[in-house]
């Protein structure tokens, strides 16, 4: 089993900057990608952004040019850092963890990010 565990959501006003970050830990050596996901009231979950831990990463297009994820340590933290934030970004976020297959298979408890206009 993998644990995530989300920090570092919050407040910020539109146009402001916020850092996400994910600590893994148990059985990560079988991890090979994580990511983030967001889920605002009513909408669907959406995958923000994903870095496999060879570095290739993947972006949601309204998110593109004002997200950057990385991560530290190959399996062990993943971060999000949140530049231009907008209204539109208000959601819970949530780390994710894949191992084998196309379906990511370990989800934290999600952080709240709220962003004000």
């Known amino acids: 089993q993998v644990r995530l565990v989300e920090f570092g959501g919050g407040l910020v006003q539109a146009g402001g900057s916020l850092r996400l970050s994910c600590a893994a830990s148990?059985?990560?050596?079988?991890?090979?990608?994580m990511g983030w996901y967001r889920q605002a009231p009513g909408k669907q979950r959406e995958l923000v952004a994903a870095?496999?831990?060879?570095?290739?990463?993947n972006y949601a297009d309204s998110v593109k040019g004002r997200f950057t994820i990385s991560n530290v340590n190959a399996k062990n933290t993943v971060y999000l850092q949140m530049n231009s934030l907008k209204p539109d970004d208000t959601a819970v976020y949530y780390c994710t963890a894949r191992s084998t297959g196309p379906s990511w298979d370990y989800w934290g408890q999600g952080t709240q990010v709220t962003v004000s206009s």
């Open positions: 870095i496999t831990m060879i570095g290739n990463t």
């Open positions: 148990g059985s990560i050596f079988n991890i090979n990608a």
